[in-house]
């Protein structure tokens, strides 16, 4: 009788240690889907290069220095320049080289950089990474269609970049408001770099060449964020010699830019004199220009004016 009871406990106590096992399911990331590398790649026309997202200490040039790239049948495109995004290769950019697809990998001839080897990774439906394994890096991009894609933006959250593709600007208008010594200056250039570059201003009059123009004041420029629009920026001129100056800055087109000095009441229109494209220069040789992290600070004042881009 005891050993019946006995067996009897053991098998209940199998039971209960049966009923309470549970399952343990590992959680799938979205990597490696079941559509192909090449469908991923072409499901959109316009990849857009999130630069501040990218990770690791390595870097991919042709990925450093694009705003978008797109993969067409083989063919690789980028917008290295704002300066035409939407037009330029009919919203595609200039080829830069070809690509080859398979198995979650991208292998990239580029024209300039040479050849590369990057895994892809899904991380959504508009998103993907593309990862490069000799240096650990990690490059972000968003997928997006021509018609959709707000190349307004693209332009005003990349804006430092954008002032830099033309060597100089040249003042065509002063409209309204009080005099201001900034009213002498006629010419502006920004040099390359990140947020907090130097710029230079001439007095020069307007026509001069730019090889021959004399830079009266340089200092450092700084761009930042209106709290109540993202379609205006805050820039302060930072002079050597006299108080900075500070202005909102609005792109009219692609080539034309507006600086209001909203304590004169003043708007200075300018526009961009010999264009920079970043691939080669005519001799042949790289234009040395990369994107590198950049967040744009809040001025913590709300802008008075509210344009967008007409291109």
């Not at 549970?22 to 026309?45: A, F, M, W």
């Not at 083989?74 to 290295?80: E, H, S, V």
């Not at 993907?128 to 968003?142: A, D, G, K, R, V």
């Amino acid at each position: 009788m005891k050993i019946l009871k006995l067996l009897l406990g053991l098998f209940t106590f199998s039971l209960l240690l049966t009923s309470c096992h549970v399952d343990v399911i590992e959680p799938q990331p979205y990597y490696h889907t079941q559509v192909s590398t090449n469908e991923t790649l072409s499901s959109h026309e316009l990849w857009y290069v999130e630069i501040n997202e990218t990770t690791g200490n390595g870097e991919v040039p042709f990925l450093q220095k694009a705003f978008t790239v797109s993969f067409k049948n083989g063919t690789l495109y980028a917008n290295n320049n704002l300066v035409g995004i939407g037009s330029t290769g009919n919203g595609f950019g200039i080829d830069v080289g070809y690509y080859n697809a398979f198995a979650n990998m991208v292998e990239v001839s580029h024209d300039i950089n040479g050849y590369w080897t990057l895994e892809l990774y899904q991380l959504s439906a508009n998103k993907i990474e593309l990862y490069h394994s000799p240096t650990n890096t990690s490059y972000y991009l968003y997928g997006y269609n021509r018609n959709t894609f707000d190349y307004d933006l693209v332009f005003y959250d990349n804006i430092h970049y954008f002032l830099q593709e033309y060597e100089s600007w040249e003042k065509i208008a002063t409209i309204g408001g009080s005099a201001t010594e900034f009213d002498a200056e006629n010419f502006v250039q920004f040099l390359a770099g990140g947020n907090n570059s130097e710029f230079r201003s001439s007095q020069d009059a307007n026509g001069t060449p730019i090889s021959n123009l004399y830079w009266d004041y340089s200092g450092l420029y700084n761009v930042a964020n209106f709290t109540n629009t993202h379609y205006v920026k805050a820039l302060t001129l930072d002079y050597d010699y006299f108080a900075d100056e500070y202005f909102e800055l609005s792109i009219i087109t692609d080539g034309e830019i507006e600086l209001y000095h909203p304590t004169s009441g003043t708007a200075y229109r300018f526009v961009g004199r010999h264009f920079i494209q970043y691939l080669k220069t005519s001799e042949g040789k790289m234009t040395d220009k990369k994107r590198t992290k950049t967040v744009l600070k809040d001025f913590h004042k709300e802008s008075s004016k509210r344009k967008k881009l007409t291109k």
